[in-house]
């Protein structure tokens, strides 16, 4: 056992939320969530407190989570990295890697799927821009044997190989982001307001694989992937972008991977870039253009204002008849914190 299993042992033993546990700590929900990920250890001030708050010995504490002081353990950390031709967000269950070949002729998304670094790759797509190729594999949900899905034997030969979490070691850690276990309910517009709605319901993801589709999701609240397949209308989607939320909705502010293909291509969405050094930089958000229901085009990004809205929805209007909604009570994988 570890010292953080110890911790949320004795968090679960006396039926405390990590919240409550936080606040009879003198600390906050976001660190007792890293304790007990042993993403980082509490300072003895804070173990000394548990003894005396839970009535329990230092020893034990410290004891039955000696594991946690093995030199040798690297502890998992959920964050964005980014090299010169590859970009990788980590969550507890997923790894979604964006990669091109040096001279980006080609373009690809794999999306790996388990615990920490013990993930399998379920979905790849890679365009071949001289070929005008885009080919694809995923597996179906749940399938019991693996059930897969392609336009490519290639591709499917490449489903379930082992993640490679040494490839993250080179590159530049952009983000870190912690999974919140907290399981409190989301807030609501009256109680939060949009914008703070906006942010708190985006900062997760989603997931499902079905013969029809594939659909992966994921924000860490400054930057949204999406790894969209949909059979019905050959519609194949994978990108990364840069949103940041305003007062009446979301703006783009820049999309620096994109692998876009629809049917024959001819649509102006349409389209095959990507450009690893590309940052967001401060953005002055043109809110007095917004109006209520509309999708605006500046020369700064697009803006995607709120449409309408409940306690429990938010609709920004999209491109075109396209609308984008976010739920407080979607289903969720993983809800994130900022650290």
Not at 81 to 101: H, M, P, Q
Not at 220 to 247: H, L, P, Q, R, W
Not at 275 to 294: V, W
Request: charged share 30%; proline share 2%.
């Amino acid at each position: 056992m570890t010292l953080g299993q110890r911790i949320q042992q004795i968090r679960i033993e006396n039926g405390l939320s990590q919240e409550e546990f936080a606040e009879k700590l003198g600390t906050t929900r976001q660190s007792v969530s890293r304790w007990e990920l042993d993403q980082t250890y509490p300072e003895i001030a804070k173990i000394v407190l548990i003894s005396k708050v839970f009535s329990v010995s230092t020893d034990s504490i410290l004891k039955n989570g000696i594991s946690t002081f093995d030199t040798d353990v690297e502890y998992f950390t959920c964050g964005v990295y980014r090299g010169s031709n590859c970009e990788i967000v980590e969550t507890e269950k997923f790894a979604l890697v964006f990669y091109c070949s040096s001279d980006k002729n080609i373009l690809g998304a794999k999306l790996y799927r388990g615990f920490e670094n013990n993930k399998r790759l379920v979905a790849i797509c890679e365009r071949d821009q001289s070929d005008e190729k885009t080919e694809y594999a995923y597996f179906v949900e749940d399938s019991n044997p693996h059930t897969a899905i392609t336009n490519s034997e290639k591709m499917v030969s490449q489903l379930s190989e082992l993640y490679d979490a040494d490839l993250k070691k080179s590159m530049r850690r952009l983000e870190s982001f912690v999974v919140d276990h907290s399981g409190a309910p989301l807030p609501t517009v009256k109680d939060a307001g949009i914008p703070k709605c906006l942010t708190l319901w985006r900062m997760t993801d989603s997931y499902h694989a079905t013969h029809d589709d594939f659909n992966f999701f994921l924000c860490t609240g400054k930057t949204e992937y999406i790894f969209s397949i949909k059979m019905k209308d050959n519609n194949i989607y994978c990108g990364a972008s840069y949103n940041i939320v305003f007062d009446l909705g979301i703006f783009g502010s820049g999309q620096f991977f994109r692998i876009r293909n629809y049917k024959d291509n001819s649509e102006k969405w349409c389209g095959f870039y990507c450009d690893f050094s590309y940052e967001a930089g401060e953005i002055d958000i043109p809110t007095e253009l917004c109006e209520l229901g509309k999708n605006i085009e500046t020369s700064k990004g697009l803006m995607w204002c709120v449409k309408r809205y409940t306690d429990d929805e938010i609709v920004l209007q999209g491109c075109g008849e396209d609308e984008y909604t976010y739920r407080r009570t979607d289903k969720r994988i993983e809800r994130f914190a900022t650290i």
